[in-house]
């Protein structure tokens, strides 16, 4: 029942009457977000790329055990929202009321009942068995759901659910102007003693001091493009992120580039 009252919410959503047509232009709230929720809720492709994803961390985990058979201080840093659990129902709330984040967000986080992402639970307590330190890195608020974040987490199986191994979003400050930049919490956990020996997310601020810029992110990506399924393993996420940002979504943005390099509509 619950899955039928899912997708009549956002169908709902996605037939909303609207602005006119506005040719040329792609917005966040538009039958694209749907889609892109839809997907990430039920299609089984992105069940199939959870399950690849956490598969290859398990291949990972063993090979960088028997590397160091001996080593304690080995550190396996993850995201949480759409790395670890599901958001996509605060998803469909959003699209359904016309609204962007942060509409209904901590509410949404202090219910405590998004789902596990596929293999998530799974491949951490199989990190956990074998010695990794397990710290959890989010942009989630530290002010407003902690608390709430942990007993997610915990009610879901997740192992190491102790407050030192939550470095969630810290309030903005002089000292730390950009706080959702999540470097500095890697270096703490680096300042701790731990070796950060692989990286989850579903954004690549998730491995690295991201930019908001397009080109540069490629740039960055095809730079890096030895780590992807080595150090850093990534989940797919069409909803949000720093990639529509990126390419000016939120505002619309004019689909000429791409039509110039050869795409044309339907």
Same mark, same amino acid.
């Given at each position: 029942?619950k899955?039928?009252?899912?997708?009549?919410?956002?169908?709902?959503?996605?037939?909303?009457?609207?602005?006119?047509?506005?040719?040329?232009?792609?917005?966040a709230?538009?039958?694209?977000?749907?889609?892109?929720?839809?997907?990430?809720?039920f299609? /089984?492709?992105?069940?199939? *790329?959870?399950?690849?994803? +956490?598969?290859?961390? #398990? &291949?990972?985990?063993?090979?960088? =055990?028997? !590397?160091?058979?001996?080593?304690?201080?080995?550190?396996?840093?993850?995201?949480?929202?759409?790395?670890?659990?599901?958001?996509?129902?605060?998803?469909?709330?959003?699209?359904?009321?016309?609204?962007?984040?942060?509409?209904?967000?901590?509410?949404?986080?202090?219910?405590?009942?998004?789902?596990?992402?596929?293999?998530a639970v799974?491949?951490?307590?199989?990190?956990?068995a074998?010695?990794?330190?397990?710290?959890?890195?989010?942009?989630?608020?530290?002010?407003?759901?902690?608390? /709430?974040?942990?007993?997610? *987490?915990?009610?879901?199986? +997740?192992?190491?659910? #102790? &407050?030192?191994?939550f470095?969630? =979003?810290? !309030?903005?400050?002089?000292?730390?102007?950009?706080?959702?930049?999540?470097?500095?919490?890697?270096?703490?956990?680096?300042?701790?003693?731990?070796?950060?020996?692989?990286?989850?997310?579903?954004?690549?601020?998730?491995?690295?001091?991201?930019?908001?810029?397009?080109?540069?992110?490629?740039?960055?990506?095809?730079?890096?493009?030895?780590?992807?399924?080595?150090?850093?393993?990534?989940?797919?996420?069409?909803?949000?992120?720093?990639?529509?940002?990126?390419?000016?979504?939120?505002?619309?943005?004019?689909?000429?580039?791409?039509?110039?390099?050869?795409?044309?509509?339907?």
């Open positions: 029942m899955k039928y009252f899912f997708i009549l919410l956002i169908v709902i959503a996605g037939c909303r009457d609207g602005e006119p047509d506005r040719p040329g232009k792609v917005y709230s538009d039958h694209s977000h749907t889609m892109a929720t839809l997907y990430n809720h299609a /089984a492709e992105y069940r199939a *790329l959870a399950y690849q994803a +956490f598969n290859i961390a #398990r &291949e990972r985990v063993d090979a960088i =055990r028997r !590397e160091n058979p001996f080593e304690e201080n080995l550190a396996i840093v993850v995201d949480i929202d759409e790395t670890l659990i599901d958001n996509s129902p605060h998803q469909a709330l959003m699209i359904l009321h016309d609204s962007a984040y942060p509409y209904m967000w901590n509410e949404w986080c202090r219910l405590a009942r998004a789902s596990a992402v596929p293999g799974d491949f951490l307590q199989y990190a956990d074998n010695g990794f330190g397990i710290f959890y890195v989010s942009n989630r608020k530290d002010k407003y759901v902690r608390e /709430a974040t942990l007993h997610n *987490l915990d009610s879901l199986g +997740f192992p190491q659910i #102790r &407050e030192e191994h470095l969630l =979003r810290p !309030e903005r400050s002089e000292a730390n102007p950009d706080p959702s930049d999540k470097q500095g919490r890697r270096d703490e956990i680096i300042a701790r003693g731990y070796k950060i020996v692989l990286l989850i997310g579903d954004n690549l601020g998730d491995f690295y001091t991201d930019t908001l810029i397009g080109d540069d992110r490629s740039e960055q990506v095809n730079d890096l493009s030895g780590e992807f399924g080595r150090k850093f393993i990534v989940l797919p996420n069409a909803m949000y992120g720093n990639w529509p940002s990126s390419l000016g979504i939120r505002g619309g943005v004019e689909m000429d580039s791409l039509l110039k390099k050869g795409c044309q509509p339907y």
